[in-house]
C-alpha cells in the first residue's frame, strides 16, 4: 500500500535553533515528492517539488533533499514566521497526478 | 496567472441538510481538479478528482458527491449531511502537462451540528 509517514508529529524550536523534518514513503514508481508549508485556516502553499534521488531545493531558511525512501526538510536558522504546518506529498506513476499526503509536522518556533 | 476560487469560508449546517460547496479556477484549461478534507490534526484525504467535464473519481465511499459542469467549476455535494462530514475542505488543481504539484484554494470549514 501506498504510504506516506512524517516525523515528528511536532516539533518546538527556538529562533535559531536548526533542525530537520522527515517524509518517509512508500510508492511505486514515484514521479515527485512535493514540501507544503500550511497556515492554520488556510489552504497549503507550495514550496518544493523532487523528482531523483540526490536532488535538493532551497529557498531562503528551507532547503529540501530526497533519497530512495525519505525526504528531509532542514530549517536554518528559524524565525518565528516559519511556524506552521509542513505537509509532504507523493505523486506516482498511474496515479492521475494525484498527490498522498502525509500528517504533517507541526513546526512552532518560539522567540 | 492561474487563480483559485472557494467558497463559502465556512459553513455551519444542521445534520440532515443539504450542502453544496463550490470551487471556479481562472487563468487555466482543462485543468485536473481535486477535492480533499482535512480532519483535526491529521493529513489530507482526498475524496474526488476530475480530468474532465462529467469526469469524476471517488476515492472513498463516504456520504458526498462531486460534479464538474464547466471545465473550470468543480462543485463538492450533499443531500444529507452527517457529524461526521465536519472537516475543513479543500479545493485544488493542477496542469495536466506538467508536474508542478497543486494549487489550493483557501479551504471551506464546515461544521455539523
Known amino acids: 500500500e501506498d504510504q506516506v509517514t512524517q516525523s515528528p508529529e511536532a516539533l518546538r524550536l527556538q529562533e535559531g535553533e536548526s533542525s530537520s523534518l522527515n517524509c518517509s514513503y512508500t510508492v511505486s514508481g514515484l514521479r515527485g515528492l512535493f514540501w507544503y508549508r500550511q497556515d492554520p485556516g488556510k489552504g497549503p502553499e507550495f514550496l518544493f517539488t523532487?523528482?531523483?534521488a540526490g536532488e535538493e531545493k532551497e529557498k531562503e531558511r528551507l532547503k529540501a533533499t530526497l533519497t530512495k525512501k525519505e525526504s528531509f526538510l532542514h530549517i536554518t536558522a528559524p524565525k518565528p514566521e516559519d511556524s506552521a504546518t509542513y505537509l509532504c506529498a507523493v505523486q506516482f506513476s498511474g496515479g492521475y497526478n494525484k498527490l498522498i499526503f502525509g500528517a504533517g509536522t507541526r513546526l512552532a518556533v518560539h522567540p | 496567472s492561474q487563480t483559485i476560487h472557494q467558497w463559502p469560508a465556512t459553513l455551519v449546517q444542521p445534520v440532515g441538510s443539504p450542502l453544496s460547496l463550490e470551487c471556479t479556477v481562472e487563468g487555466t484549461s482543462n485543468p485536473n481538479l481535486y477535492w480533499y478534507r482535512q480532519a483535526a490534526g491529521r493529513g489530507l484525504q482526498l475524496l474526488f478528482y476530475?480530468?474532465?467535464?462529467?469526469?469524476i473519481s471517488s476515492e472513498v465511499p463516504q456520504n458526498l458527491s462531486a460534479s464538474r459542469p464547466q471545465d473550470r467549476q468543480f462543485i463538492l455535494s450533499s443531500k444529507k449531511l452527517l457529524l461526521s462530514d465536519s472537516g475543513f475542505y479543500l479545493c485544488?488543481?493542477?496542469?495536466?502537462?506538467?508536474?508542478?504539484?497543486?494549487?489550493f484554494g483557501s479551504g471551506t470549514r464546515l461544521t455539523v451540528v
Open positions: 476530475s480530468v474532465g467535464i462529467g469526469q
Open positions: 485544488a488543481w493542477s496542469g495536466t502537462k506538467n508536474n508542478y504539484g497543486y494549487t
Open positions: 523532487l523528482y531523483s
